[in-house]
């Protein structure tokens, strides 16, 4: 209990932003979402002639599920997207320009 003690201001940085922003951070649901996919393509294909067949049909399963996320719109976005502009200035300038 010690050891967490010591690093308590890393543990507690969570905590300090808004649930919308929590809830963005922690779900895993893209993850799962394209783990899924690739499992459902590698399961079906069963074996892989060559090394660069299997990178491609990774490529191919990650453009195709990031196409799927291109069309659906985040819940909630019109209050996250201006919380996360005061959490993370820099960031969101940075790549929002």
Known sequence: MRKSG????ELTTF???PQSIKTLIYTTNPIESLNSNI???TKSKGSF???DSAFKM???????????WERTSMRNWSE????LCIFFS????????
Do not use: D
């Open 15 to 17: 905590f300090k932003y």
């Open 58 to 68: 990774l490529y191919l399963s990650t453009q195709e599920v990031q196409a799927k």
């Open 80 to 83: 996250i997207y201006p919380q």
């Open 49 to 51: 002639p060559t090394i």
């Open 90 to 97: 820099e960031i969101m300038e940075k790549y929002t320009k």
């Open 6 to 9: 010591n690093n308590w201001n």
């Open 39 to 41: 499992k459902r393509k």
